[in-house]
């Protein structure tokens, strides 16, 4: 593939396709956050690279698209603290991390 | 050369990520989420990121990857299942998705982006990105600090109820 902002674009929308693939089909809690974390990923990949071939006269600093995917990456380390924090919690409760089974989620 | 290379990161994301979304082994799974996120490190790296490279490899495969995959290991016993759903929830998801991706393919080919100057040269961005953070963007800096210490404080407090609630 050609070294181009294009293909970068590709290579995120791919990425984002298959993390909402593996979010809409796994079943295990885990699974899903796996899902997520490829979609943020796409995201800030997609950020970086509009940061390197976009225009400079429009963006004003081109730094500006790393900084957004330095705070993707510091959001995606505090949803997956707290996402697995809930997953031990019913899986201490339920014995299991199947998604179809939290039903009742009340007490 | 360069050609070469970019062509070895982007296969090193694509292929594992599929593994990611179709292996029926959960632990399988975890391990090529490492391998995407290595290959999107150097994606960063070759986009002059090098700072960004940098964080993905401590944050995404120190922590985040450490924290999924201590996640199997202590939700599994006895056999290890990926558990999907079944089949017409699958279709509906591989439609969904494909119409997506179409979407989006269809969107970054066809518009016209306001290229810049590509040859730009590279420098070191890591100075100039702590000028941001500690500037322009100190204010979503701080509340990002914030962020992280509730959900420390959040995944705490939600950990120690259920097992008190054990008890």
Known sequence: ?107 | MKQVIFSVFILMTIIPSFWVALSSNIVHAAFSLLVTFFGIAGLYVLLGADFIGVVQVIIYIGGILVLIIFGVMMTQRGRVLALSVQLPGKIFGAVLSAVILAALCFAAVKTLWPLGSSDRELVPTSAALGDLLLGKYLIPFEAASLLLLVALVGALLIVRKSVEGEK
Do not use: H, W
């Open chain 1, 1 to 107: 593939m050609p070294y181009t902002l294009t293909s970068f674009l590709l290579v995120s929308s791919l990425l984002f396709c298959l993390g909402i693939f593996t979010v809409l089909t796994r079943r295990n809690a885990i699974g899903i956050l796996m899902g997520i974390e490829l979609v943020l990923n796409a995201a800030g990949l997609n950020f970086v690279a509009f940061s390197r071939f976009g225009s400079e006269f429009q963006s004003g600093n081109p730094l500006n698209g790393q900084v957004f995917t330095l705070f993707v990456i510091a959001i995606a380390a505090a949803e997956v603290a707290v996402a697995l924090a809930i997953v031990l919690s019913l899986y201490s409760r339920l014995k299991t991390i199947d998604v179809a089974e939290f039903k009742d989620l009340q007490r």
